[in-house]
């Protein structure tokens, strides 16, 4: 994100450089690995976002090594030289800022149409200097536990508990995977690998066995203000479980109330909510449709027929949101945030029983609605004008075990693929995974078969799908090995309805 264009790209913070802004000095000599957009843009501040963007050139919400040292260099081109003595004065007054966003509004027309103040700026850039600085000396320090020496971390038969774990909170908004990446970067693993990732969440298990690992959409995530259990110190206090709960109400409009923050450090920005981040503000729903709502969670998860007569009574999918975003007798239990900025926001009742789910994009707009019905739940989606698309919506039953006794996923692909003659097809992934897709049509049946191989070609989970063409419903059957250890421990299946 710099703040102005070079079109020589000079690595000049390799010479030992330092920066000043405001008297505080900043490290240009050490390199961060890479910095994630949700670790400086705050609860999907619109006017950071632009700031990030500047930086992001190639738009992957995140900040490689390449555009780190772009964004260094920059900030010392910003540093213009003394007309008498010819030097550099290594601080960056405001003035010379100031000279920087006038030419960034020339370029820029996001930046030129926000009309950004000089202390945004100034804080955005400090901040980034700070979490470089941060994330760089972490990079240097030596790892803290056994687990960051590859050549003798234990297989997953041996992970024992941690001898000396630490005490945290998971905050607002973290993801599971996020957790693991905090963990793995105090570990001095920067670039972690798919291994990495295993150990650290048989790690994770062994030291909370009694802590829920849930997953919503592919999203792994735990309880917002859960106490956890981790392997290394983060050297910082930890979150009040109750400021993060209540950083949900107001970052959904369930609040008007400004939270407390965890510390005095806080800035502004984390304790207040984002217009974009109260999409119910904009979102309304009539009684009428609120009763046909309710009314179609009475219904059984396979009625089809009524459960399409009362979804075309609804104009477009915001409406089916609004249901479950402007009922007062519901509460948003998590909040998901999604690596591509969009949340997946899930709403329970005061007995706490889940009753549906909006996934919105970065910019709020509604992607999904999913509701609760009597003995299953409908996922309504919409077309490329936000209308509900009757063909892409499903009613999907409620989850059935499958007793596995202690099988092995070679035998139990094995015996699914004896079950018809299928063709193969194999995939390769950009993390060395794989993935192996089996097809069979059989008459008025289509059957598919998909499985999910790690780097070292172990079968990790395996999905089927039995297809009625005829009356375009299919049985999902689904076995994962969560604990990961080669064992399958989670089995089930489901029979789902397409509504078109």
């Known amino acids: 994100m710099p703040i102005i264009h070079l079109s020589i790209r000079v690595e000049l913070y390799k010479k030992g450089k330092s920066m000043k802004i405001d008297g505080e000095n900043f490290d240009f000599t050490k390199k961060a690995q890479e910095i994630a957009k949700n670790e400086i843009v705050e609860n999907s501040d619109k006017r950071q976002e632009i700031l990030f963007n500047i930086f992001d050139k190639n738009k992957d919400s995140k900040l490689s090594q390449d555009e780190i040292t772009d964004t260094l260099n920059v900030f010392q081109a910003i540093d213009k030289e003394d007309e008498s003595t010819k030097k550099k004065d290594e601080e960056l007054s405001d003035d010379e800022i100031l000279a920087a966003m006038k030419k960034l509004e020339e370029t820029n027309s996001e930046f030129k149409e926000g009309k950004f103040e000089l202390k945004e700026v100034k804080e955005m850039m400090v901040k980034f200097l700070k979490l470089n600085k941060s994330k760089a000396e972490t990079a240097e320090a030596p790892s803290e536990t056994p687990s960051a020496a590859p050549s003798e971390a234990p297989t997953s038969e041996e992970?024992?508990?941690?001898?000396?774990?630490k005490d945290y909170v998971v905050p607002e908004g973290q993801s599971f995977k996020q957790l693991l990446n905090k963990i793995?970067?105090?570990q001095g693993k920067t670039e972690p690998s798919e291994e990495d990732y295993k150990k650290a969440e048989e790690q994770f298990r062994k030291d909370n066995p009694d802590i829920e690992i849930r997953e919503r959409n592919g999203v792994k995530y735990l309880l917002v203000g859960s106490r956890v259990k981790v392997p290394v110190d983060f050297g910082e206090e930890l979150c009040d479980p109750e400021v993060e709960i209540e950083k949900w109400k107001v970052r959904v409009g369930l609040s008007k109330a400004k939270p407390k923050t965890n510390t005095p450090a806080q800035t502004p920005q984390q304790t207040e909510p984002a217009p974009q981040a109260t999409p119910q503000n904009t979102r309304t729903i009539t009684e009428e449709q609120k009763t046909q709502m309710e009314d179609m969670r009475k219904l059984n998860y396979d009625n089809v027929a009524e459960l399409k007569t009362i979804l075309r009574q609804f104009t477009d999918l915001d409406t089916c949101a609004a249901f479950l975003e402007t009922n007062s007798k519901l509460h948003v239990a998590q909040t998901i945030n999604a690596d591509d900025g969009g949340k997946i926001l899930i709403y329970a009742d005061e007995q706490g029983?889940?009753?549906?789910?909006?996934?919105?994009?970065?910019?709020?707009?509604?992607r999904n609605v999913g509701i609760e019905l009597a003995n299953g739940s409908i996922s309504i989606n919409?077309?490329?004008?936000?209308?509900?698309?009757?063909?892409?919506?499903?009613?999907?039953?409620?989850?059935?075990?499958?007793?596995?006794k202690d099988k092995t996923?070679?035998?139990?692909?094995?015996?699914?693929?004896?079950?018809?003659?299928?063709?193969?097809?194999i995939k390769r992934n950009a993390d060395n995974t794989s993935t192996?897709?089996?097809?069979?049509?059989?008459?008025?049946?289509?059957?598919?078969?998909?499985?999910?191989?790690?780097?070292?070609?172990?079968?990790?989970?395996i999905s089927t799908q039995k297809r009625n063409n005829k009356l375009n419903n299919h049985e999902l059957r689904y076995f994962e090995d969560k604990d990961k250890d080669g064992k399958i421990d989670n089995a089930f299946k489901r029979l789902d309805k397409m509504l078109g």
Not at 159 to 165: D, F, G, M, Q
Not at 447 to 459: A, L, M, R, T, W
């Open 409 to 425: 996923f070679d035998s139990q692909l094995e015996e699914l693929l004896k079950e018809h003659n299928y063709t193969k097809d």
């Open 353 to 366: 029983n889940n009753v549906g789910s909006v996934n919105l994009d970065k910019d709020g707009k509604v």
């Open 184 to 186: 793995l970067e105090k």
């Open 159 to 165: 992970v024992k508990p941690s001898e000396n774990p």
């Open 382 to 404: 919409p077309d490329e004008n936000g209308k509900i698309k009757l063909e892409s919506c499903a009613g999907m039953g409620e989850k059935q075990p499958i007793d596995v």
């Open 436 to 461: 192996e897709i089996y097809t069979c049509k059989d008459g008025d049946f289509t059957y598919n078969i998909q499985v999910d191989k790690d780097k070292d070609g172990k079968i990790t989970s």
